[in-house]
């Protein structure tokens, strides 16, 4: 009986140490959940303040690049209120006033000066502030005879000799950007000249964009938006000042005013992240990045969804659970294999190769992971520099530098009393204008192919034509211009300003290249027919030879031999572009003992007609 007495502690002892064994069990599995918890963690806010810091990126980007386009279009007609005190009939018209037939004529013109400009509208108001003069003066809604004493941009024209303004006309009840300019007199202001400009294109080239962005004013109302809901509502609700000044300006026309609800949550998690900052609108997470944009009266915003950000964030959080996980998985597998290793030894082999396949798995996906992230960095930043912003200016600024030399040239000729000199000088600037216009409409068929070929330009009046633009540059640099064009009467299909400013680069590049050459420097053009019904022309000069690795990377976009500030690295990249448009090619190489060569190729055409 004793013995039967003395058997179950050993049993209560074996449920104890089981008990202890399963409690172990359950601990680390507590820690193990934990660290898969912390390393998903740590992985969505790394992924996630990475996904930020790309979007903030590209927002900025895309801010540089609505911003630009915002305040070109607003300086755009700067000048034109203030050219109306040039006319004799406005400036007499507003001095008399009760000249019916002179009022006449007086709306005529700014009807006329209206369709040319490609402004919205054009009018004249007098000290009381009543429009007395428009462009739309035979269309419903003009504000002809109205009194708009009452508007901002009138009162601060009378006040400080201008005003701007953007809200809804009181008369035509459409939104546009108001300029206004005091025509003087003897005896202070005889009235205004006011200029109204439509912006919705700005809207529709925004709604190209990615994200949403809008505009808003000292108020801090929405007035340009690429959604229709946010137009005129205020970021936050507006004070009873501010409720009270828009009304009695008409700012907003008949709009509630209701609020977006724009509420900061935090700055971006990026330290480096600026004016970007996390905001709900309309209850919904937005990342947003601002400039001031017209000289810091307005505001202009760039919104982007956080969707991307939180699903790279998602990513990022299961990586970093599996990766955890597995580490955990590999350092069981690596504890069970030591204390077995003196009992089995093949087992421990298939344990390692099975360790070492999933080191060479997470390996592998980590170096995908990673590399498919490059390629999106890098995809990102190239679209974001292929923007055109970068080209417009290049496109412009060659026939500009030409405007500013012949102008300057004009005014010495007439100090000096050549007066036909000076004429033709005059009407060269009007070719450049008009140059300039063209060049304006044609930009924007960069980035597309054109319909066609728009006829023969001949090639001996483009290459003078562009002589005399450098001209200047030339006998500075002290470089002779040689050109040689076989026959005389050669044309070649193509624009002719677009080909011209072609030219006009190339000749430019090699007056560059000249610089610091020993002398003689010379450039030389020909140009003859090239069999196949095509035109060679050649620009050469002796100055130094193009690095082979420049060489070949010539035409694409910021390749240059120039030093930093001195040129974009777009010159090139456009002009064959230009050439390739036409139905040709652009192509350089390096001559023996030294010197550089550019050749044109293009269609060849009779002067005046198809070959």
Known sequence: MAGEDAAPPPAAGGDHHRGGRGARLALRLLLAGLL??????AGYRAAFSQGLAMQRQAADRRLEL????LDAQLARFDFLPSLLKTSPEVMRFLATGADAAL?????????????????ENL??????GVAVAAGDFARPGTPLGRDLSYRPYVREALAEGRGHFYGLGVTSARAGYYLSYALPARDGAVGLAVVKVDLAGIEDDWRQLPGQVLAVDEHQVA?????????????????AEARAEAGAARRYGDSTLEPLGWR???????????????????DQPWLA???????????????????????????????????????????????????AIRQRLASRAALQAAHDALERKVAERTAALRAAQDELVHAGKLAVLGQLSAGLVHELNQPLAALQTVSENADQLIQRGRLDDARDNLARIGRLVGRLKRLSAQLRLFATKPSGIVGAVGVRALVLEVQQQLAPRLAEAGIALVLDVQPEALAVAGDEARLEQVLANLLGNAIDALQGAAAPRRIEVHAQAA?????RIAIRNNGPSIPASILERMFQPFVTTKPAGKGMGLGLMISAHIVRECGGRLAAHNLVPEGVEFTIELPARRDGGEG
């Open 36 to 41: 898969v918890a912390l390393a998903a963690w």
């Open 66 to 69: 609505a911003a630009a386009r």
């Open 103 to 119: 009022g006449d004529t007086v709306n005529q013109y700014l009807q006329s000066l209206n369709a040319i400009a490609g402004t």
């Open 123 to 128: 009018y004249i108001i007098d000290r009381r």
């Open 223 to 239: 007035i340009l938006s690429t959604r229709d809901d946010w137009r005129w509502r205020p970021l936050v609700a507006l004070g």
């Open 264 to 282: 900061e949550r935090e700055r971006a998690h990026d330290p480096e992240a600026g004016s970007a900052r996390r905001i709900r609108l309309q």
């Open 289 to 339: 990045s601002t400039r001031q944009v017209h000289q810091g009266r307005w505001r202009l915003i760039v919104l982007d969804s956080e969707d991307a950000a939180r699903a790279a964030a998602r990513a990022g959080a299961f990586i970093g659970a599996l990766a955890m996980a597995l580490a955990l998985a590999a350092g069981a597998l690596v504890q069970a294999r030591r204390r």
């Open 531 to 535: 069999g196949g019904g095509m035109a």
